[in-house]
């Protein structure tokens, strides 16, 4: 069979960065990464990261942050009877809101929107979460200071 000349493209393996691996260390059996892609990953790509939440843990997986990009952040539950359905409850804070969230949702982040705390508050089935932004890379920046 010929040489593929897109195979480059398509991951199957993670190459996920030495400090989400010590993220994932951190919540064993509760979260765990399934996909990343980056400019690290494929030269030019965007960010996106993919992950399943198999468990509640009522603590912050993210501190209040801003991009230089904009970002989409999604929740989806696993109920085949009722996909709208979460199945737990994640909190999230978008520019010091606080969102308490039970449905399947996407929210859009504007660039240089402060953002988080994260919680993953309660998980009743596995949740698929994933995160993406056309930044190259994850880089987070501190918010100002009150």
Not at 33 to 56: M, R, S, V
Request: net charge negative; with cysteine.
């Amino acid at each position: 069979m010929a040489e593929s000349r897109t195979r480059q493209y398509i991951i199957t393996e993670m190459k996920l960065p030495e400090y989400k691996q010590k993220s994932d260390a951190a919540y064993p059996g509760k979260a765990n990464h399934i996909a990343w892609l980056d400019k690290n990953t494929i030269p030019g790509a965007f960010y996106i990261e993919c992950l399943w939440f198999q468990e509640g843990a009522d603590v912050n997986r993210v501190e209040a942050h801003t991009h230089d990009f904009d970002e989409v952040i999604g929740f989806f539950g696993t109920n085949p009877a009722d996909q709208r359905d979460l199945g737990g409850e994640v909190e999230l804070w978008l520019d010091g809101e606080k969102h308490i969230l039970t449905n399947s949702f996407i929210a859009f982040v504007p660039k240089g929107m402060v953002h988080c705390p994260l919680k993953i508050k309660r998980v009743d089935r596995p949740i698929f979460h994933f995160t993406t932004g056309p930044g190259g890379s994850y880089t987070r920046i501190a918010p100002p200071e009150k």
